[in-house]
Structure formats: C-alpha cells, structure tokens
T-cell receptor
Framework: GQSLEQPSEVTAVEGAIVQINCTYQTSGFYGLSWYQQHDGGAPTFLSYNALDGLEETGRFSSFLSRSDSYGYLLLQELQMKDSASYFCAVRGATGANNLFFGTGTRLTVIP | NAGVTQTPKFRVLKTGQSMTLLCAQDMNHEYMYWYRQDPGMGLRLIHYSVGEGTTAKGEVPDGYNVSRLKKQNFLLGLESAAPSQTSVYFC????????????FGDGTRLSIL
C-alpha cells in the first residue's frame, strides 16, 4: 500500500520562500507529483519527479530523494494567489497512472 | 477547449435514492478516474478506466458503480445513496504513458440527507 505525510498547514509572508515537505511509503515507486487546489476549485497539476534532484518550473520547484522517500515543493516569491492547498501524490502500481494523494497542506500567504 | 466537464455541479439526495454523475472529456484521453474528496482526507480513488469498455476498482469502490461506454464519457452511479457518500466528487482524465498529468473537472458537490 501507500501512505504519504505532509504538514496540514503552513503560513508564509508575501514575497518569501516556502517549502512543503512530503514523505512517502509505497510498494514500488513510480514518481512523485504535486497538485494545487484553490478553495472550491479543481486540483491542477504542478510538477512531477521520477528521478532524484530538482525540477524547476517558474516560481515553483520540486525536489525528490528516493533514498530518503522524501520530496518537497518549493514556492518562491510568494504571491497572495498562491494561497491554496498543495497535495503530493505517488503513482500506484496498476500502470494506469493512478494516483494516491496525501491529505494536503493548506498554504496561507499573508501580507 | 472545455477539458473535463462534470454534471451536475450540485445535488442533494435523500438516503436510498439513486443518481448518476456524468464526466465528459474532449482531450481524447485513454484514462479516466473518479475521486471523492472529504475534509482532511485528500482525494481518494473510487474507480478508474484505462479505455472504452473497461473499468477497475480503486481505493474506495464500495457503494459505487461506473461505466465507460464511450471513450469520452465516464459515469459514476450511486444505486442507493447513503449519508456517508456526502462528498465532493472529482473526475479526471490523462493520456496514455507513464506519469502523464491528470486533468480534473470542477467537481460535483453531493449531499445526502
């Protein structure tokens, strides 16, 4: 089976940098994904890591260490619109790109 | 380009009633998924489909049935609704290939009294 742990809440100041951690346990690892969800909205894909290291997409970066079963999402130059929930997810072993999601981290950006 | 469209957006049911949630995607994706999202529990996979005419169970399939008669549509049915099925339901789709991102619909908010 799979399990993921991430902090339930994080608060950060506008313009700052914030890191959201995710640790996982899974029988067979096929990649770690991150999704963003604003209140009342749909989850949207942010990033994906299959190999160790850092992936950068604009203000957002995602890091993976497979040996530590650990990853994080890094948000730079925080903006008020970044206030949302962020979910890490691992892919299941079925081959259908099934995702097993963490319970999410609610990020609040304050002025 | 509409992406993934879910209907209805809101619904209130009484215990024991049945209903079907419809998901349609216009991206020609092979894979489709149904999730439920409850407060503090993230998204949990109910059923999924890897292609027209095929379906499979996810983490929490009990009390739900699905059908995928056409590639672009994925239906989720509740035969006899229970209050425990009060949730927000999301449909998603992705293209074939390892770790393709999932594209989500806007959700259906379902309350069962």
């Amino acid at each position: 089976g799979q399990s993921l742990e991430q902090p339930s809440e994080v608060t950060a100041v506008e313009g700052a940098i914030v890191q959201i951690n995710c640790t996982y346990q899974t029988s067979g690892f096929y990649g770690l994904s991150w999704y963003q969800q604003h209140d009342g909205g749909a989850p949207t894909f942010l990033s994906y890591n299959a190999l160790d290291g850092l992936e950068e997409t604009g203000r957002f970066s995602s890091f993976l260490s497979r040996s530590d079963s650990y990853g994080y999402l890094l948000l730079q130059e925080l903006q008020m619109k970044d206030s949302a929930s962020y979910f890490c997810a691992v892919r299941g072993a079925t081959g259908a790109n099934n995702l097993f999601f963490g319970t999410g981290t609610r990020l609040t950006v304050i002025p | 380009n509409a992406g993934v469209t879910q209907t209805p957006k809101f619904r209130v049911l009484k215990t024991g009633q049945s209903m079907t949630l419809l998901c349609a995607q216009d991206m020609n994706h092979e894979y489709m998924y149904w999730y439920r999202q409850d407060p503090g529990m993230g998204l949990r996979l109910i059923h999924y489909s890897v292609g027209e005419g095929t379906t499979a169970k996810g983490e929490v399939p009990d009390g739900y049935n699905v059908s995928r008669l056409k590639k672009q549509n994925f239906l989720l049915g509740l035969e006899s609704a229970a209050p425990s099925q009060t949730s927000v339901y999301f449909c998603a789709s992705s293209s074939w290939g390892n770790n393709q991102p999932q594209h989500f619909g806007d959700g259906t908010r379902l309350s069962i009294l």
